[in-house]
Nanobody, 127 residues
């Protein structure tokens, strides 16, 4: 599976932004999709994940502000980000892992669980 992330940019504190991740593989409905981010000088961290059954999980730092969603027909996955702060500045990556079913509740925010990765899109939040 090839993934292409887009939608990053420079925004101000409090602004919103929607990231998109377009997949080129088949049967994307069988994949769990996650967003990760890596801030300058920090480790990459899991932000949000959506299972093939549309169940979701979020990092505590973004809970209530970020929403992950998926459109399997378009093979496109989204991360809607609200109330952005400078602490959200990072390169954002989408990632996919085969879950074997369209009704799986499998979710993860661990990098090692994901096989396929997009190239990243930079989000910069100014104060």
């Amino acid at each position: 599976v090839q993934l292409q992330a887009s939608g990053g940019g420079l925004v101000q504190t409090g602004d919103s932004l929607r990231l998109s991740c377009v997949a080129s593989g088949y049967n994307m409905a069988y994949y769990a999709i996650a967003w990760f981010r890596q801030a300058p000088g920090k480790e990459r961290e899991g932000v949000a994940c959506i299972s093939s059954s549309h169940d979701t999980t979020y990092a505590e730092s973004v809970k209530g502000r970020f929403t992950i969603s998926r459109d399997n027909d378009k093979k496109t996955f989204y991360l809607q980000m609200e109330s952005l702060t400078p602490g959200d500045t990072a390169v954002y990556y989408c990632a996919a892992v085969w879950s074997g079913s369209t009704s799986s509740i499998y979710k993860s925010l661990r990098q090692s669980d994901f096989r396929d990765w997009g190239q990243g899109t930079l989000v910069t939040v100014s104060s």
